[in-house]
């Protein structure tokens, strides 16, 4: 058993602000009603694969924003939203810790994100990956990946035990866009 506790907090902002509120390095996906963008926060700037310098735009509904160590959730609501901060560690959120979730069992998961690496990549920190029926998708994870690997989304599973004995999932946080070698298609 490896047990623990989960920390939150949370807060009324912009997605703007809930960004800046999260330090360091981060993966950030932004939905919008036209269009959904993965984005990294590095050196200080928002960068997409297009975009030096990317903002979140006024019509983002729905933001994610994480590291190994956090995660940030943010959903539009009114003229501003609601952002929660979720970390093993209360030193690691902003503003002191509104709830906490003591866990039984701290799982580590991949989920497969479709696409074959490309050797044509974008400048910086994303690498393209492509399958012929959908298209690209650019995730910041290291250009260079060899034919054989596949992108994937690193998570961390939460176990605890209800009244009944019984154990289940009461929260997931995403931790990483990686690679991973040796997964058939």
Known sequence: MNGGTLYWSTRRCSAAEALAASPGEITVLAAT?????VAAHRNGALVTPEQPSWTVPIACFQLTAFDRERELRWLADGEDGTAVWLAESAD???GPASEALSYVERL???????????TD???GVFSTWSQ???GQAHYPC???????????LDTVEYVTVDDH???????TRLT???TIRGIAA
Not at 33 to 37: S, Y
């Open 132 to 134: 012929a029926r959908i």
């Open 142 to 152: 290291p250009p260079g990946a060899d034919p054989a690997d596949r992108a994937v």
């Open 121 to 123: 990549t974008p400048p």
């Open 108 to 118: 580590s998961q991949r989920f497969v994100l479709w696409g074959r690496p490309e």
């Open 176 to 178: 990483a866009i990686s």
């Open 165 to 171: 004995g019984n154990a289940a999932v009461a929260d």
């Open 92 to 94: 690691l959120i902003p």
């Open 33 to 37: 009603p036209t269009e959904f963008v």
